[in-house]
């Protein structure tokens, strides 16, 4: 009978484009949960199309990088079901449209390399711990649009953690851990990219940057929209808008951060940078320059004074 149920939800959810896995993928951590899981992303992967990954393809279990780079790099619709720790051979990994990645519990993990988005679309990628990779944990890159980055765990790669550039668009960052790590986030890889300007549209909600060094994220060219983040102990400075950017930084936390914004950095021209609804605890002041532009989209910020507890007891892999 319950397996007769679990097929009946599972064939509906397809019909209807909502990805479905089965309950084994999510089950340990059922009442450990904060936060509602949506079934489409908020913010700018909701925008000008949609964001559904390997909804309506078959749904396949990997546990070894020959499986898994097979599974991304295949043509069509797939669900890929990640379970324990994939070791990737070094270097970047392909990953083709209309798919989903997303780890089975809590322990699902990505060591040594790194997804490469390139010119690719309708991507989402959950429940994943990243380490270890010796470039990028994930690109998005060469006018890929349409993907959603949500509930993992990244640190310690060599370069970004996640790196959104090359007109790519249409992104949202979300529920994510960052940690151990230098070089967060990039939106925009140039100051000599004016091809950028009207792409590079992003969402930053509920991560969690602990102890990070920079680029959470730092923007050229972008509308990017950064609210209810919790910023913990950055080192550096939090947020960069530079090179004509447009960034909104709304409703987040900041602890213990000495330079919580910054307007232009290094030899980057400035941005734009509004910032509203912000508590700076222990941190210093803001730099803001400019106007805003209007979120496209529907969105219910939560309290700034509740986004620690909210992001920490929500955010990152094991957390689905």
């Given at each position: 009978?319950?397996?007769?149920?679990?097929?009946?939800?599972?064939?509906?959810?397809?019909?209807?484009?909502?990805?479905?896995?089965?309950?084994?993928?999510?089950?340990?951590?059922?009442?450990?949960?904060?936060?509602?899981?949506?079934?489409?992303?908020?913010?700018?992967?909701?925008?000008?199309g949609?964001?559904?990954?390997?909804?309506?393809?078959?749904?396949?279990?990997?546990?070894?990088?020959?499986?898994?780079?097979?599974?991304?790099?295949?043509?069509?619709?797939?669900?890929?079901?990640?379970?324990?720790?994939?070791?990737?051979?070094?270097?970047?990994?392909?990953?083709?449209?209309d798919?989903?990645?997303?780890?089975?519990?809590?322990?699902?993990?990505?060591?040594?390399?790194?997804?490469?988005?390139?010119?690719?679309?309708?991507?989402?990628?959950?429940?994943?711990?990243?380490?270890?990779?010796?470039?990028?944990?994930?690109?998005?890159?060469?006018?890929?649009?349409?993907?959603?980055?949500?509930h993992?765990?990244?640190?310690?790669?060599?370069?970004?953690?996640v790196?959104?550039?090359?007109?790519?668009?249409?992104?949202?960052?979300?529920?994510?851990?960052?940690?151990?790590?230098?070089?967060?986030?990039?939106?925009?890889?140039?100051?000599?990219?004016?091809?950028?300007?009207?792409?590079?549209?992003?969402?930053?909600?509920?991560?969690?940057?602990?102890?990070?060094?920079?680029?959470?994220?730092?923007?050229?060219?972008?509308?990017?929209?950064?609210?209810?983040?919790?910023?913990?102990?950055?080192r550096?400075?939090?947020?960069?808008?530079?090179?004509?950017a447009?960034?909104?930084?709304?409703?987040?936390?900041?602890?213990?951060?000495?330079?919580?914004?910054?307007?232009?950095?290094?030899?980057?021209?400035?941005?734009?940078?509004?910032?509203?609804?912000?508590?700076?605890?222990?941190?210093?002041?803001?730099?803001?320059?400019?106007?805003?532009?209007?979120?496209?989209?529907?969105?219910?910020?939560?309290?700034a004074?509740?986004?620690?507890?909210?992001?920490?007891?929500?955010?990152?892999?094991?957390?689905?």
């Amino acid at each position: 009978m319950k397996k007769a149920f679990v097929w009946y939800v599972a064939v509906s959810l397809v019909l209807v484009g909502i990805p479905f896995l089965p309950l084994s993928a999510v089950e340990a951590d059922v009442g450990k949960q904060d936060v509602e899981i949506a079934a489409t992303p908020v913010g700018f992967a909701s925008v000008n199309g949609s964001t559904t990954g390997g909804a309506g393809g078959s749904t396949v279990t990997v546990s070894n990088a020959t499986d898994l780079i097979n599974q991304m790099q295949a043509t069509g619709p797939r669900i890929i079901q990640v379970s324990g720790t994939i070791s990737l051979p070094a270097g970047m990994h392909r990953v083709a449209s209309d798919k989903t990645i997303i780890g089975l519990g809590s322990n699902a993990r990505i060591t040594n390399g790194g997804f490469n988005l390139r010119s690719v679309n309708n991507i989402i990628i959950q429940n994943l711990t990243f380490s270890g990779s010796n470039d990028d944990a994930i690109n998005v890159g060469y006018g890929s649009h349409h993907i959603w980055i949500d509930h993992n765990t990244f640190s310690n790669a060599y370069d970004g953690l996640v790196d959104i550039n090359r007109q790519s668009s249409y992104v949202t960052v979300s529920w994510n851990r960052f940690q151990n790590h230098d070089k967060t986030s990039l939106v925009g890889n140039t100051d000599n990219a004016p091809e950028d300007r009207g792409h590079l549209k992003v969402t930053y909600h509920h991560n969690w940057f602990e102890g990070t060094g920079s680029r959470h994220p730092r923007v050229r060219f972008g509308e990017v929209h950064v609210f209810n983040n919790y910023y913990d102990a950055v080192r550096g400075y939090g947020i960069a808008s530079t090179m004509e950017a447009d960034v909104v930084v709304e409703s987040n936390y900041f602890r213990n951060v000495s330079n919580p914004t910054h307007v232009g950095y290094g030899s980057s021209g400035p941005g734009d940078l509004v910032e509203r609804n912000n508590v700076y605890s222990n941190s210093g002041t803001p730099e803001t320059r400019g106007s805003a532009f209007n979120p496209p989209y529907s969105y219910s910020p939560d309290n700034a004074a509740n986004v620690p507890d909210r992001v920490r007891n929500g955010a990152g892999a094991g957390k689905l």
